[in-house]
Every structure is written in C-alpha cells, then in structure tokens.
C-alpha cells in the first residue's frame, strides 16, 4: 500500500496550487468576462448573450456532477488526468470559435457547451487536488491561492480591456488560447495524490449519489438552494457587467477597469479568511457572502455614474470574494469522507451552475425588457430569497445538533 510520505513537499504542493489558481483565473476572465461583450460584438442580442451564458452554465451542471462522480469512481486514476484532458478539448472548441468569427446560434451554442462542460467545470476537480492533500495533513493555503487567482482575474481583465480597445475584442480569444495552454502544463505537472484515501478496497463508506447526498444532509440541501438563489442574483452582476457600465456612460476601457477592481477587491479575504473562519464557521461565511453580494445590488442600482460604478467594487471583498473559499470549507464540513469530490461538484453546480445559468436568462430578459436597472432590480429580489434560505440552514443545523 502507497503511503502518503511519497508525497512531494509542501512547499511544492502549495506554490503551484497557487500558481494553478492564478492560470485558471486568468484564462476564465480571458473568456468569461468578456463573454458578453464579444456575443454583443458578433451581433447577437441581450437576451441571445444572457442565453449563451445559460448555455454555459447549464454544460457545467451536467458535466460537473458526471467528471465528479467518474473521479469517484476512479480513485487510482489522479484527478489531474481528467482535468488536462477537458483542458485540452476545451483548447479545440476555442480555437474554432476564434477562427469562425461569423458562425451563428448553433455554432455559438456548441462552443459554450464545450468550454462550460469542460474547462469551467474543471474547478471543482481543482479544489479537490488541493483538499486531498489537506485531508492527509499538507496544509496547502487555499485560500491565499484563491486570493492570487482572483488578482490574476484582475489583471488579465483590465489588460483585456485595452487590448480590446486597441486590437478589438476578438483578440481575447487568441489570449485565452494562449493562457489555457499555459494552464494546461501546471496541471499536468502538479503531483498526483497517492495517499491511502484515494486507494480502492479500503473498508468504509462508499460514494453516494448526488441524490442520497442531497437527501441524507437536508442542512446541506437547504444551503445548497440559498446558494442557488443568491447566485442567480449576484452572478449577473459581473457577467453583465458590461450593459451596467454602458449604462452609467463607460466605455470598454471602463469595462476593463471595473473589472479589474472587482477581481482585485477579492484579494484582501485570502489574508483574513482563516480568522474569519475559525471565529465565524464556514456556514456563517456563506450566509454573509449572499448578504453582501446582494447588498452589491443595491449599490449598483443606487449608482448614477461610470464613477459610481467602480467605487461600489470594493463591496466583493466580502461578497463573492467570500464566497468560493466558504463553499469549499462548507462542504468539506458538511459532507462524508468518500462524498468529498462530489460534494464540491454538487456545490459548483448549484452555484456558478444553476444559479449562473438562472442569472444569465433573468439578466437576459430583463435587460431586454427594461434595461440595466430592471436587471439590478431582479437581481437583488433572487439575492435577498437566497440569503434567506441560508439562514435557514443555519438554523436547521442549530437545531438538529441540539435534538442529537
């Protein structure tokens, strides 16, 4: 039997995990921040864009739980493997939607399948590399890594805003490429897990379905709902950016500038995370994160100036910034052992999922139907309903470890 000393050190596993996050961050902004903008562009309408987004998301629903489940399944095969792979095919279908600048709906649609199913839907695997090792004792700083993802955010898309400025917004496809290549090789060479919680034939508890999961831990469904809500406000609120900056009078430049303040903004939570965790708990982090997400909303809404805009980003320092490090602890805590990896797949489809393809058709409509502050106005409905339902199971949790 392996045992886990073959393992390489710590500082190894710790600086590329985060030298990861910052490649998955950067080629994610190269092409999902600007996903709106380039569809705009290409002639589609709002709600085209708000259902190519849907599209997006809804790959990611039903690839996460399916490569979560396969790893599951497939202890000895490292998680690395399938990530490379879905990198690798997600290369292909960009560098098609690069070189077809004039394909339509369809064309468009299998695109956003292939790069929502595959290279999104990568990161819950990701976060599982890193918390195999922290469940066998290798302190790997997640947090910190998602902070120097979210800088990486940052930069790519305020680079991007000039560069689309100067070369047009059809070259961010050529960078994206470029960054997820980049990606491609940190994953592969990041060392494959091979301590004793990966091996078959150990006794203990088998995998559940998504299903029994979700049945057996209403706490956790419950959460899972709050999430989805809160997401469905709180997603647009980034993804459409761009209509909320033209609306206030900015420009692509000023697209790229917000959205660099509000990946940068995300930074700061990886210094005072670990406080945050031990004083408050993850399920109380979660809460808060809806709560100042949605609060994000409001601000918007209340914004109007170009001006305005960017001084609300600082906001996601406790809004979405929170967010992704409390979900990955949320569920760690939450779940069994053996349910880990799908756990966090579970989780991701709730979230950036389901609650970003719901959030995508909303803005879509809305923006369509009223513009901008009609959009903000549902946004903030959904996120207070979300934010809601995690009290609650906060609450039911109280309550079920008093009965026990």
Not at 63 to 91: M, W
Not at 125 to 154: H, T, W
Not at 296 to 302: I, W
Not at 371 to 392: D, K, Q, R
């Amino acid at each position: 039997m392996e045992r886990l000393e073959k393992q390489p050190s710590l500082r190894r596993l710790d600086y590329h995990y985060i030298a990861m996050q910052a490649g998955f961050w950067a080629m994610f902004a190269a092409i999902v921040a600007y996903q709106t903008a380039l569809l705009l562009e290409r002639g589609f309408t709002n709600s085209q864009a708000g259902l190519m987004t849907a599209v997006r998301c809804l790959a990611g629903i039903v690839c996460q739980p399916l490569l979560g489940g396969f790893a599951d399944r497939h202890p000895d095969l490292p998680l690395k493997r399938i990530v490379t792979l879905s990198l690798v095919l997600s290369v292909a279908a960009g560098a098609w939607y690069w070189l077809s600048p004039g394909m339509g709906l369809w064309e468009t649609t299998l695109v956003w399948v292939v790069i929502g199913g595959l290279e999104v839907s990568s990161y819950p695997l990701m976060d599982a590399m890193a918390v195999q090792f922290i469940n066998e004792g290798k302190p790997i700083r997640y947090s910190l890594g998602r902070g120097v993802g979210s800088l990486a955010y940052a930069v790519v898309c305020v680079l991007l805003g000039f560069q689309a400025g100067r070369l047009g917004m059809e070259s961010t496809l050529v960078t994206h490429l470029t960054l997820v290549v980049v990606e491609i090789l940190l994953v592969a060479t990041y060392p494959a897990f091979r301590g004793n919680a990966r091996r078959l034939g150990e006794e203990g508890a088998k995998p559940q379905s998504a299903l029994s999961l979700l049945r057996s831990n209403p706490q956790f469904t419950l959460m899972l709902a709050g999430v989805f809500l809160g997401l469905t406000g709180i997603m647009p609120l980034s993804n459409f950016l761009v209509n909320i900056v033209t609306s206030r009078g900015g420009s692509e430049a000023d697209l790229g500038v917000a959205l660099f303040l509000m990946g940068a903004f995300e930074l700061p939570t990886a210094f005072f995370f670990q406080p945050l965790l031990r004083r408050l708990g993850s399920g109380k982090l979660l809460l808060l994160s809806m709560v100042f997400g949605t609060l994000k909303g409001v601000l918007l809404l209340l914004t109007t100036s170009c001006l305005g805009v960017l001084l609300v980003q600082p906001i996601q320092v406790l809004g979405y910034g929170l967010f992704t490090p409390a979900s990955v602890y949320f569920v760690n805590e939450s779940v069994p052992q053996a349910d880990r990896v799908r756990g966090q797949t579970v989780m991701m489809v709730a979230s950036n999922g389901l609650g970003g393809m719901m959030g995508g058709v909303l803005a879509g409509w809305t923006l369509d139907l009223g513009g901008a502050n009609l959009m903000l106005a549902a946004c903030i409905i959904s996120g207070c309903a979300g934010a809601a339902l995690c009290l609650a199971a906060l609450r039911l949790g109280r309550h079920s470890r008093r009965a026990s």
